[in-house]
Every structure is written in C-alpha cells, then in structure tokens.
C-alpha cells in the first residue's frame, strides 16, 4: 500500500495530460485507455489491504458491518466532495482567466496531492461487546 500510493496519485493527474492536449487524436484516446487502467490497478493495490483488514478490525459480526457501513458512508462522502468541489475549483480558475483544460488540470493536480482524510481525520474506538 505504501509504495502504491504515490503512483495511484501521480496517475490521477496524468489522467488530464494527454500527450497531445490541443488536437483529438487515437494516441489522446489510448493515452486515456493506458491511464485509467493504471489508474483501477493502483486503486485496487491502494485499497484492498485495507479491506482485508476489515475482518481483523471487527471482532463480531455487528462490528464488522458496523465498519462496513462506515467504509462505505465515507466512501459516497468522499465522492461528492470531489463531484462538487473540483467542478467549483475548476470554475474559480476559470473566473480568473484561466483556460478550460488548464484549470482543470491545475484541479486534478490539487486534489492528487491532498492526503484522503488529512483534514478531516479522526479515530473511531470500538467498544469490544
């Protein structure tokens, strides 16, 4: 997990440099086919040590659906975040003059480099029943 992190998010802005960022072309189009795979295959090096924790984390069954849930709760959280905010980053860079791609490029950028939950971590303690 530790050495996938760093490439999970260098992909995640790769994803919005296509080789040949001013024309439509098939190497733009394999670029992004190239990209997106390296992209789900990092996402799965990333995440599944964590879910295969998920059994060791919750001693009973309520307490492993319990962190299921949550798991997924943070999960959705998380992904209206990015659908939210990146749109209005990306709009504010706009507002300032800035071009189309590049701002969504200046977006992606931001947001790969930002930890998932450094702002908002916090630890949950499980009482053993």
Known sequence: MLFSALPFAIIAFLVFFPPQPETESLLNGVWLVVMMCLFYIFYTI???PYLALLSELGHTNDLRINL???I???GIIGVV???VF???LAGRFQE???ELRRSFQLSAL???SQPPGRRFAFRIRWRNQ
């Open 46 to 48: 990333y995440v599944n």
């Open 68 to 70: 299921s849930t949550i």
């Open 72 to 74: 997924g709760l943070f």
């Open 81 to 83: 975040c990015v659908s």
């Open 86 to 88: 990146f749109p209005e």
């Open 96 to 98: 300032q003059g800035m």
């Open 110 to 112: 931001i947001f790969a």
